[in-house]
T-cell receptor
Framework: RKEVEQDPGPFNVPEGATVAFNCTYS??????FFWYRQDCRKEPKLLMS???SGNEDGRFTAQLNRASQYISLLIRDSKLSDSATYLC???????????FGKGTTLSVSS | DARVTQTPRDKVTEMGQEVTMRCQPI?????VFWYRQTMMQGLELLAY????????DSGMPKDRFSAEMPDATLATLKIQPSEPRDSAVYFC?????????????FGPGTRLTVL
């Protein structure tokens, strides 16, 4: 079983749509959880951390379910600029390596 | 605006040649990571350092890859001899163990093509 699994997509949605990505992780000892965004031929950049209580940043909402080892990202009112690959990431202790899923590709069209 | 820098941005070489990639982490960051990204495998850890000491290089083929941090402002990744299967994008990332969010900042990557 891969450490972090994501549906690769692609997800093709119109502008204004709501889209949700899911991710599962295998190591129950994982301590930190993130969503990174990667644009084509660019480096990954942190989109948001994921907290047990759930957190929201504008149009983006992240949820963590530790019991099910499941992480989600919800994007509301999709914009063309949201088109990218979204990477689910887990981590052990601070300062240790990140473990990446292979990413989910989102394409938002007008 | 502090950022991780990497050189070269692109490298095309022939099989058997030595390749050296360089990374300058963000000033003040004490952890440095080398990742490799391919279409098939995604992003994978090769090695990482904390306070310049190597902590984990289990992701690296030891016979041909080596990673070092000669000083706090420079990390290097060498491949000798290079092989076509090494073709990938190599990312360096840095972070601070003191940071509350444990965020890692990535450089722009070195796109390596081995012919």
């Amino acid at each position: 079983r891969k450490e972090v699994e994501q549906d690769p997509g692609p997800f093709n949605v119109p502008e204004g749509a709501t889209v949700a990505f899911n991710c599962t992780y295998s190591n129950s000892a994982s301590q930190s959880f993130f969503w990174y965004r990667q644009d084509c031929r660019k480096e990954p950049k942190l989109l948001m951390s994921v907290y047990s209580s759930g957190n929201e940043d504008g149009r983006f909402t992240a949820q963590l379910n530790r019991a099910s080892q499941y992480i989600s990202l919800l994007i509301r009112d999709s914009k063309l600029s949201d088109s990218a690959t979204y990477l689910c990431v887990v981590n052990g202790q601070a300062g240790t390596a990140l473990i990446f899923g292979k990413g989910t590709t989102l394409s938002v069209s007008s | 605006d502090a950022r991780v820098t990497q050189t070269p941005r692109d490298k095309v070489t022939e099989m058997g040649q030595e390749v050296t990639m360089r990374c300058q982490p963000i000033l003040g960051h004490n952890t440095v990571f080398w990742y490799r990204q391919t279409m098939m495998q995604g992003l994978e850890l090769l090695a990482y350092f904390r306070n310049r000491a190597p902590l984990d290089d289990s992701g690296m083929p030891k016979d041909r890859f080596s990673a070092e941090m000669p000083d706090a402002t420079l990390a290097t990744l060498k491949i000798q001899p290079s092989e076509p299967r090494d073709s990938a994008v190599y990312f360096c990332a840095s972070g601070a163990t003191s940071a509350s969010r444990n965020e890692q900042f990535f450089g722009p990557g070195t796109r390596l093509t081995v012919l």
